[in-house]
């Protein structure tokens, strides 16, 4: 989906080439429920709802003015299967299985929200997390080899996009955004 097309505000948004990287590493075809984590605009779950329809996305939202461009984002794309639940990960995180996380925000709150990702993941389930400061990618990396975490995978993504300038055209670039992707191993007996 093209970043034009969601109602924005001044909340930050997962910009459309990352949004179809993270889509992809989430491994959805099979989940029966994503939980976005600091869903902002809620660009990812919305995009992931529409792409798959029998999919329960719960997105995870503090900020009231993001709360509310989720709820329009929703009545713009018609999104019916999508929760937005208010307040603090990882405080009001569910309690219950869930087949693929995204974290875009974590308020402080990384340690507690991955290892809540840990326990609530179904085996082989998906942990994808966005970050643009190096410093919090460094300690998600070390997080994730501690809780337990698999597969574990960084990328970093620079995009930059055609822009006018003057009479001519440049590339204006976006920040640098560091992508992680791994799953939780499969439940040994």
Not at 32 to 48: H, M, N, R
Not at 102 to 118: M, N, P, R, T
Not at 138 to 167: C, P
Not at 170 to 179: D, E, H, S, W
């Amino acid at each position: 989906m093209k970043d034009e097309l969601f109602i924005r505000g001044d909340v930050p948004m997962t910009k459309e080439e990352v949004r179809v990287l993270t889509i992809d590493w989430l491994n959805l075809e099979n989940a029966s429920t994503l939980v976005d984590v600091g869903a902002g605009t809620g660009s990812i779950c919305i995009e992931a709802s529409l792409r798959y329809p029998n999919l329960k996305t719960i997105a995870i939202e503090k900020n009231p003015e993001a709360i509310s461009l989720i709820k329009q984002n929703c009545d713009k794309f018609a999104v019916t299967n999508l929760q937005v639940i208010e307040g603090n990960a990882p405080e009001v995180l569910p309690k219950q299985p869930i087949d693929a996380v995204f974290v875009g925000g974590s308020g402080g709150a990384l340690d507690e929200i991955i290892s809540w990702a840990f326990t609530h993941l179904n085996p082989q389930g998906r942990l994808v997390l966005n970050f643009i400061l190096l410093n919090n990618l460094m300690e998600a990396l070390d997080i994730l080899q501690q809780v337990g975490f698999e597969n574990i995978e960084a990328s970093q993504l620079q995009v930059s996009r055609l822009t006018k300038l003057g009479k001519g055209k440049y590339f204006k670039p976006n920040n640098p955004t560091y992508i992680i992707s791994c799953t939780k191993g499969a439940v040994s007996e």
